[in-house]
């Protein structure tokens, strides 16, 4: 049994519940352990950098500090949270006098998505599929996060990234290409700008749309929350009225090994997912 420390991180505890619970069912199912990190506090996404970059290290690198002491990798669901660890290290790499916390960049920071597409996770994952998600077309959504900037994230395909989609495929559902995997969605000006966030986000969700897919795929809690949460006010924004479930990769996981409780997870999204799923005879 592998063992990781585990991040939350503010969102998962929260408006991301269902990101969290299939996290850590799937981790059961696949025989992974995880520890979350004991006295967590927030790594300062989406805001502290904009304010303070001694405030923004500081935030992100007591948390590494607190994960350095358990001696085992640490696994970061939101991509936001992952960024910020990820920047972290590097100022302690470049410039170590500015880290105030006893941290000595020894932790491994794994992004989830980045961790379950490894060749050994999959592997994992095929022997337990037990309900491939076969006729399900999906479109899989990276946001910017996830891939950029490479130099912090190490992903050679920044611009057309793969790896979600060939999670897809093994699970038996059908990646559609698009190319609007990598396009922002608005992120954190949902607070500030609602107004360029239904415009990002409408633009997805009608691209999403075009390429006939019958759900959108991500591992960004932000990602998923704006294109979830405001789909009605972001199709009146393109003018082009869209329903499209946006699920976590993890979600799909679950489904398509089996685990029991698939339909609560579903069940918290605001465009319901499991009508296209019954419609695929999935659920």
């Not at 991509?79 to 470049?94: H, I, L, M, P, T």
């Not at 006939?212 to 809690?221: L, N, Q, R, S």
Request: hydrophobic share 35%; proline share 5%.
């Amino acid at each position: 049994m592998k063992e990781l420390s585990y991040y939350p991180g503010c969102s998962l505890h929260g408006t991301a519940r269902e990101y969290d619970e299939s996290i850590r069912g799937v981790s059961e199912l696949l025989d992974l352990r995880l520890y979350e990190l004991e006295d967590w506090t927030c790594c300062g996404a989406s805001s502290a950098h904009c304010t303070n970059e001694d405030l923004a290290i500081d935030l992100a690198s007591r948390n590494l500090a607190l994960a350095e002491r358990n001696g085992r990798d640490l696994l970061v669901p939101c991509v936001a949270c992952y960024s910020r660890f990820k920047w972290a290290e590097k100022a302690f790499r470049e410039t170590p006098q500015k880290i105030h916390f006893p941290y000595q960049g020894r932790v491994p920071i794994r992004y989830v998505l980045d961790f379950f597409c490894e060749d050994s996770m999959l592997e994992e994952i095929k022997k337990r599929v037990s309900r491939p998600l076969k006729g399900l077309k999906v479109v899989c959504y990276y946001g910017c996060l996830t891939v950029r900037p490479p130099q912090i994230t190490g992903i050679r395909e920044y611009e057309n990234p793969q790896h979600m989609d060939r999670l897809m495929e093994l699970l038996g559902a059908e990646p559609i290409p698009w190319s609007y995997k990598t396009d922002c969605c608005g992120a954190s000006l949902v607070m500030t700008r609602t107004d360029i966030v239904k415009k990002l986000s409408g633009k997805l969700l009608l691209m999403a749309k075009e390429a006939e897919a019958d759900c959108v795929v991500t591992g960004c809690p932000m990602c998923q929350a704006n294109l979830d949460t405001r789909q009605e006010e972001a199709g009146k924004e393109v003018g082009n009225p869209v329903e499209i479930p946006v699920l976590y990769f993890t979600e799909l996981i679950g489904l398509a090994m089996g685990h029991k409780d698939t339909k609560k997870w579903l069940g918290r999204h605001l465009i319901d997912p499991v009508k296209v799923l019954s419609r695929r005879e999935l659920i």
